[in-house]
């Protein structure tokens, strides 16, 4: 592969490699981006739990959107993303330490969800927005106990996660970004379990020359009646980026014969593409025994010594489902442990 230190020509790869982040940049556009595919990582993530596939779509589309964000973190730390909605899925969390572990669980109505299908007409798409609900969405960057956490918090109104997180970049770090999300169930001959696969597309505008990016002024609100919102005139060069992103379609992100070499060439052959080193992602989740007792020391005696059931206490890690068993004295007797991060 290329490195971001020295450019050479090569021939693409001819299929898709899976579980990898695939960082890129187009210099005559002045755009550089990310391109996520993930395969037997996304699988891992939602063989946890007895999903609905609705649900499985939506949980992999977040996990797209974390990674791709996630690996761009150059420190050692946990990029998290988290929504908390009124809709029949109301809570997603997607935990990604860098430099390539994600974990995600998701909580969902399933009275809801059954109403919300049966409203469908027939033969309507999948619809995260309607999933989601109202609501809101938090990005949180964690760099352990000695750095304050950083975080952008963004509506939910009924869309996506494409519009949260435009609307995230937009709002927070101003910088003219598109993103691309897609998952599908590869259903296999013969009865076989299906497998799930993701990709996901970042691309941000990031000139060197001063004055090109011009975010809009911010809504003028109760302004009289025939009061002109000023409207920023975009830069060519995005406006050309957003239409070619604009013609990539779902089943190219989640293609297993089309490589993300091959992607990004049909997108900006014209213009040209510098493909870096692919970075790996791996499900992993981070919950130890040890860990479980921290967070238990962090409870008082009393909420303690009210998890104790047949004189044992059992804690169940939301996000692998593994199961950690103790005798009632070793989380109830003796003083508070000292508490320890969060599983």
């Known amino acids: 592969m290329t490195s971001q230190t020295e450019t050479q020509s090569r021939s693409p790869a001819a299929h898709a490699v899976d579980d990898r982040v695939t960082p890129f940049h187009v210099d005559a556009l002045d755009v550089r981006g990310r391109l996520v595919r993930l395969g037997t990582s996304l699988d891992a993530v939602l063989a946890h739990h007895d999903y609905p596939a609705p649900v499985k779509r939506l949980l992999g589309e977040a ?51 059954a ?9 309507a798409g999948f619809d995260s927005g309607a999933l989601l609900g109202h609501g809101h969405l938090a990005m949180t960057i964690d760099q352990g106990l000695s750095v304050n956490r950083y975080q952008g918090v963004v509506a939910l109104e009924g869309e996506g996660l494409e ?39 970042m691309v941000q505008f990031l000139p060197t020359e001063g004055g090109r990016v011009r975010p809009a002024d911010l809504h003028p609100g109760d302004a009289p009646e025939g009061t002109e919102i000023p409207e920023a005139v975009e830069d060519d060069a995005w406006v050309e980026t957003q239409s070619l992103i604009g013609t990539l379609e779902d089943i190219e992100l989640v293609d297993a014969d089309l490589s993300s070499e091959r992607l990004l060439f049909r997108l900006f052959h014209e213009r040209g593409v510098r493909v870096f080193d692919a970075e790996s992602v791996v499900a992993k989740c981070s919950c130890s025994r040890e860990r479980v007792v921290g967070v238990l020391g962090s409870f008082s005696r009393e909420e303690r010594e009210s998890l104790v059931e047949d004189g044992k206490v059992s804690v169940t890690c939301e996000f692998c489902g593994r199961t950690y068993d103790f005798k009632a004295e070793e989380i109830v007797g003796g003083d508070e442990p000292e508490a320890e991060a969060g599983a």
């Open 63 to 113: 996990v797209a959107l974390t990674v791709l964000l996630g690996s761009t973190l150059k420190i050692s730390g946990r990029f998290i993303l988290q929504t908390r909605t009124d809709g029949p899925v109301d809570l997603l969390v997607v935990d990604f330490s860098a430099p390539q572990d994600v974990r995600a669980y998701a909580r969902f109505d399933a009275d809801k969800l």
């Open 115 to 123: 109403e919300m299908q049966k409203g469908l007409a027939a033969g």
């Open 163 to 201: 519009a949260a997180a435009h609307q995230y970049f937009a709002q927070s770090e101003q910088i003219p970004t598109r993103v691309r999300l897609a998952v599908a169930e590869e259903v296999r001959p013969g009865g076989a379990a299906s497998s799930w696969r993701a990709g996901g597309l």
